[in-house]
C-alpha cells in the first residue's frame, strides 16, 4: 500500500459538482484540492472525459486532474475486483464495475472515498470521507 491514509480518492459524481456549479460538495473539494489530499485515478478521469461538452470543458478538466496524485489499476487489483464484485453479488448486490474498480483502488492505496453515491457503503474495506 502507497498511500499514508490521509488521502481522498474523488468519485466522479463529487467532480460533476466541482466543475458544473457552485455547491457545498464543489467547495469542499476545492478546499481538499487546497490542501493537496485529492488523488484521481483513470476511471475517474474516463468518466469525466467522456462526459465533457467542449474542448474547453475538457481541457479544464485534463488540467485539474494532471496536478493530483494518481492511482491506477494493476494485474493485483483486477483480481481484488473481481473478489469485491463477486462477494457483493453473492449478497445479492450489485454495483457499477467503475465503482468497484475505484473501491479496489482506495482499499489498496489506503485512500478516503469522497462520493455521493450512498452504494460504496456496502463495500467492505472502502472508507467514506
Known amino acids: 500500500m ?9 468519485d466522479t ?3 460533476i459538482e466541482f466543475f458544473k456549479s457552485k455547491s457545498s460538495t464543489g467547495d469542499r473539494l476545492e478546499t481538499l484540492l487546497v490542501e493537496n489530499s485529492v488523488w484521481s485515478c483513470g476511471v475517474v478521469m474516463f ?9 474547453t470543458e475538457k ?14 489499476m494493476t494485474p493485483a487489483l483486477w ?3 473481481a473478489n469485491i464484485a463477486a462477494s457483493l453479488k ?10 468497484i474498480f475505484l473501491a479496489a483502488i ?4 489506503n485512500l478516503q472515498v469522497f462520493t455521493l453515491d450512498k452504494h460504496f457503503k456496502r463495500v467492505p474495506g ?4
Do not use: C, H
Open 126 to 129: 472502502v472508507r467514506l470521507f
Open 2 to 10: 502507497s498511500g499514508t491514509g490521509n488521502g481522498i480518492l474523488v
Open 79 to 81: 483480481q481484488k475486483s
Open 106 to 109: 482506495a482499499i489498496e492505496n
Open 90 to 99: 453473492k449478497k445479492g448486490v450489485t454495483l457499477p464495475l467503475s465503482d
Open 59 to 72: 481541457f479544464m478538466v485534463l488540467d485539474t486532474l494532471s496536478n493530483l496524485e494518481y492511482a491506477e
Open 47 to 55: 468518466e469525466l472525459l467522456q462526459g465533457v461538452k467542449s474542448e
Open 13 to 15: 459524481s463529487v467532480w
